[in-house]
């Protein structure tokens, strides 16, 4: 099986830019669909990106995702950054029996 | 609106069986669109996903737990369940169930939570 690799944290100031990296340890990135959740402490995970770009209804397009062959990567890219961004991320993915894979999560810091 | 609520006792003692429902309201679990599945978070750690199953009755475990746990569907009732074998302090998390998308496997929605201590 892979791996997601995520950065344990992220920082920067509202109103900026921040990208969040989720690589895969093995095999294609763009095998198998990377989604994004957003987790607020006490709460449960709630979907910002799905099927690698796609934005569920709700989310402001602030939040965007692409995947990066190259890098065998995704990324989550929130723009304009609000102090209610402030949250746990985490990707996710499947291998080729379905089953689950989660990244380790990053901590992102609005300050 | 599709919801889902984890329900099961939230102390369980060490070697004993974790055992949790999740019932599903505002949907039928008998589409053949969706997995229904189960992550657990250990407190202060990341997510662990430990298996999912469909309506039809097939499983996907987790292999690092596969030998401890068992998923099952009731159309009948509209819910899902988990048992979990043999469990340690190691087992303590939030449970939550949700539902996912049978070819991108996308988690939407997710219950609540609840948290399980193992101890004695």
């Known amino acids: 099986n892979f791996m997601l690799t995520q950065p344990h944290s992220v920082s920067e100031s509202p109103g900026k830019t921040v990208t969040i990296s989720c690589t895969r340890s093995?095999?294609?990135?763009?095998?198998?669909?990377v989604q994004w959740y957003q987790q607020r402490p006490g709460s449960a995970p709630t979907t910002v990106m799905y099927?690698?770009?796609?934005?569920p209804s709700g989310v402001p397009d602030r939040f965007s995702a692409s995947i990066g062959s190259s890098s065998n990567s995704a990324s989550l890219t929130i723009s304009g950054l609000k102090t209610e961004d402030e949250a746990d991320y985490y990707c996710?993915?499947?291998?080729?029996?379905?089953?689950?894979?989660f990244g380790g999560g990053t901590k992102l810091t609005v300050l | 609106q599709l919801q889902l609520q984890e329900s099961g006792p939230g102390l369980v003692k060490p070697s004993e069986t974790l055992s949790l429902t999740c019932p599903v309201s505002?949907?039928?679990?008998?589409?053949?669109?969706?997995?229904w599945g189960w992550i657990r978070q250990p407190p202060g750690k990341g997510l662990e996903w430990i298996g999912s199953?469909?309506?039809?009755?097939?499983?996907y475990y987790n292999p690092s737990l596969n030998s401890r746990v068992t998923i099952s569907v009731d159309t009948s009732k509209n819910q899902f369940s988990l048992k979990l074998s043999s469990v340690t302090a190691a087992d303590t998390a939030v449970y939550y169930c949700?539902?996912?998308?049978?070819?991108?496997?996308?988690?939407?929605?997710w219950g609540q939570g609840t948290l399980v201590t193992v101890s004695s």
């Open positions: 099927e690698d770009s796609q934005r």
């Open positions: 199953i469909h309506y039809s009755g097939s499983t």
């Open positions: 949700a539902r996912h998308k049978v070819q991108t496997n996308w988690f939407d929605p």
């Open positions: 505002g949907a039928s679990i008998s589409s053949s669109s969706y997995y």
């Open positions: 996710q993915s499947y291998d080729s029996s379905n089953r689950g894979v």
């Open positions: 093995s095999g294609s990135i763009a095998s198998n669909y």
